[in-house]
């Protein structure tokens, strides 16, 4: 996977591409052009995201085509990637990029490796009877969400640009402006990517996946004796960090097939996510996920059960007797629970400004949750830095009955580290992205006006900050919203 020297950058925008994935993996995606879009618009560009990709956004603004599909930047070479998956359960042996079309792996200032992949752009022979578009909602929306999450220290896939095609797009609602999104990861490599090789029983390209991935996201471990069970682990910390990281913040994605689940531990596929105001653990805002099987409590669950899936896929790159590695395995899934719960308890301690770590802090975190139940997630977080300096009426104030945090506080304060006001602060947003202010910027948006969302924008991506006149990026939904749902965006 080496490229050129780093700092020779190319023209027209700076991308500068690499295309490993297309060079070294052949067999694991089909070459395929974006549709042409008739007439690209640019919609919305990440300058600070193409600053720190070390190009150059005057020049990108230039060239909507590159990021409507109506055509291709210098090195671009344009594949849809294939793999399997597990969708709410279900084992589904060929998925792939339906509506989605990696252009090339770019190399930033520090030769940092990123996909830039197009999402919205046409079908593909993955689509499976699909029109392989999308629309400009849903795709403002995951620019929206994966932005708000990177400014949250979230690791997330990232949104470049969105861009209208010029198209439109039929759907149940009717007619709606055709859009894509570009998006950068460090990798699009999957848990299904493993499942793709593994179903079909082809462990040398098994072998060549796995050793791709590794010089890709730990080349540490590269030409190691036991690299494999050693990748295994690493994919595990990352996944165990990052779901503790979404429970902390009250997000719940919504659909953790196991071909939303990376190699490199970054959130990916912002369809049907959200996040939780109420807490209440079964939250669910999905239309398709009626049996609550990525409720928001669920989230740790499914993490061990996708990893045993891709504990299934390595089996066969294990040296040793099948039975000795399947129980080398098994021991290993039997250890996320407590690596996840680790997490979880440091991600809360730090949320609520503990000194330390006590044996009874897991004891303190679990009736903390039982007193506040149906209380705003992301407020009486907030709040409570407000108690930690001895003012309760901002935190009274979310609860209907507070008897129950009342004779919980004592507890907590025991327990306070010094100067933990400031510190909360920094651990616990002030904004998030409320889903009555996504709904309002989207809605706007179709109608033309993008000034709603570029306010939401400018404030989801400085959580943190106390300011006056942001208020109202604070506050739950207004009485009436009714029940959230969202939809996959297809």
């Given at each position: 996977?080496?490229?050129?020297?780093?700092?020779?950058?190319?023209?027209?925008?700076?991308?500068?591409?690499?295309?490993?994935?297309?060079?070294?993996?052949?067999?694991?995606?089909?070459?395929?052009?974006?549709?042409?879009?008739?007439?690209?618009?640019?919609?919305?560009?990440?300058?600070?995201?193409?600053?720190?990709?070390?190009?150059?956004?005057?020049?990108?603004?230039?060239?909507?085509?590159?990021?409507?599909?109506?055509?291709?930047?210098?090195?671009?070479?344009?594949?849809?990637?294939?793999?399997?998956?597990?969708?709410?359960?279900?084992?589904?042996?060929?998925?792939?990029?339906?509506?989605?079309?990696?252009?090339?792996?770019?190399?930033?200032?520090?030769?940092?490796?990123?996909?830039?992949?197009?999402?919205?752009?046409?079908?593909?022979?993955?689509?499976?009877?699909?029109?392989?578009?999308?629309?400009?909602?849903?795709?403002?929306?995951?620019?929206?969400?994966?932005?708000?999450?990177?400014?949250?220290?979230?690791?997330?896939?990232?949104?470049?640009?969105?861009?209208?095609?010029?198209?439109?797009?039929?759907?149940?609602?009717?007619?709606?402006?055709?859009?894509?999104?570009?998006?950068?990861?460090?990798?699009?490599?999957?848990?299904?990517?493993?499942?793709?090789?593994?179903?079909?029983?082809?462990?040398?390209?098994?072998?060549?996946?796995?050793?791709?991935?590794?010089?890709?996201?730990?080349?540490?471990?590269?030409?190691?004796?036991?690299?494999?069970?050693?990748?295994?682990?690493?994919?595990?910390?990352?996944?165990?960090?990052?779901?503790?990281?979404?429970?902390?913040?009250?997000?719940?994605?919504?659909?953790?097939?196991?071909?939303?689940?990376?190699?490199?531990?970054?959130?990916?596929?912002?369809?049907?996510?959200?996040?939780?105001?109420?807490?209440?653990?079964?939250?669910?805002?999905?239309?398709?996920?009626?049996?609550?099987?990525?409720?928001?409590?669920?989230?740790?669950?499914?993490?061990?059960?996708?990893?045993?899936?891709?504990?299934?896929?390595?089996?066969?790159?294990?040296?040793?007797?099948?039975?000795?590695?399947?129980?080398?395995?098994?021991?290993?899934?039997?250890?996320?629970?407590?690596?996840?719960?680790?997490?979880?308890?440091?991600?809360?301690?730090?949320?609520?400004?503990?000194?330390?770590?006590?044996?009874?802090?897991?004891?303190?975190?679990?009736?903390?949750?039982?007193?506040?139940?149906?209380?705003?997630?992301?407020?009486?977080?907030?709040?409570?830095?407000?108690?930690?300096?001895?003012?309760?009426?901002?935190?009274?104030?979310?609860?209907?009955?507070?008897?129950?945090?009342?004779?919980?506080?004592?507890?907590?304060?025991?327990?306070?580290?010094?100067?933990?006001?400031?510190?909360?602060?920094?651990?616990?947003?002030?904004?998030?992205?409320?889903?009555?202010?996504?709904?309002?910027?989207?809605?706007?948006?179709n109608q033309g006006d993008m000034a709603p969302f570029h306010a939401l924008l400018a404030e989801v991506t400085d959580p943190f900050a106390d300011r006056p006149g942001r208020?109202?990026?604070?506050?739950?939904?207004?009485?009436?919203?009714?029940?959230?749902?969202?939809?996959?965006?297809?």
């Open positions: 996977m080496n490229g050129s020297d780093p700092l020779s950058w190319s023209p027209d925008g700076g991308f500068r591409f690499d295309n490993s994935w297309a060079r070294d993996l052949p067999g694991t995606f089909v070459a395929q052009a974006p549709d042409p879009a008739p007439a690209p618009v640019l919609v919305v560009l990440n300058r600070a995201l193409a600053a720190d990709l070390g190009l150059d956004a005057d020049s990108l603004a230039a060239h909507p085509e590159w990021f409507a599909g109506g055509g291709l930047p210098p090195g671009a070479e344009a594949v849809a990637l294939a793999y399997a998956g597990h969708q709410f359960g279900g084992f589904s042996p060929q998925l792939g990029d339906g509506r989605a079309h990696l252009l090339g792996e770019h190399l930033g200032p520090d030769g940092r490796r990123w996909d830039i992949q197009l999402k919205g752009s046409g079908r593909t022979p993955f689509s499976r009877g699909g029109d392989g578009k999308a629309v400009l909602g849903p795709m403002l929306r995951e620019y929206l969400i994966s932005e708000a999450m990177a400014a949250l220290a979230v690791p997330t896939t990232r949104s470049l640009a969105v861009a209208l095609t010029g198209e439109d797009v039929w759907r149940d609602s009717g007619r709606m402006p055709g859009a894509v999104v570009a998006r950068v990861a460090s990798s699009h490599l999957r848990v299904g990517s493993f499942q793709f090789w593994s179903a079909r029983g082809d462990t040398p390209q098994l072998a060549r996946l796995a050793d791709y991935a590794i010089a890709r996201h730990d080349p540490d471990l590269v030409g190691q004796g036991g690299r494999i069970l050693a990748f295994f682990d690493r994919v595990v910390a990352r996944q165990a960090a990052l779901i503790a990281q979404w429970m902390g913040l009250g997000f719940v994605h919504g659909v953790m097939n196991t071909d939303n689940m990376t190699i490199s531990g970054e959130t990916i596929d912002y369809g049907p996510c959200a996040f939780m105001e109420g807490y209440a653990p079964g939250t669910v805002f999905s239309s398709i996920d009626r049996q609550g099987r990525y409720a928001f409590a669920n989230q740790p669950l499914i993490l061990g059960w996708n990893l045993a899936r891709l504990a299934e896929a390595l089996v066969p790159l294990i040296p040793g007797a099948r039975d000795a590695v399947v129980d080398d395995l098994n021991d290993r899934l039997s250890a996320i629970a407590p690596r996840y719960h680790d997490e979880w308890l440091a991600v809360m301690r730090a949320k609520l400004g503990l000194d330390g770590a006590e044996p009874g802090d897991g004891a303190l975190v679990d009736d903390l949750l039982a007193a506040m139940a149906g209380a705003d997630w992301t407020l009486t977080f907030r709040r409570l830095a407000d108690a930690a300096e001895g003012d309760l009426a901002p935190l009274k104030g979310l609860f209907a009955d507070f008897s129950a945090m009342e004779a919980w506080l004592p507890r907590w304060r025991a327990r306070l580290a010094p100067g933990a006001a400031r510190a909360m602060r920094a651990q616990n947003p002030a904004v998030i992205p409320r889903n009555h202010m996504v709904e309002a910027a989207l809605t706007a948006a208020e109202a990026f604070t506050l739950p939904a207004p009485m009436g919203f009714g029940d959230y749902v969202t939809f996959c965006g297809t």
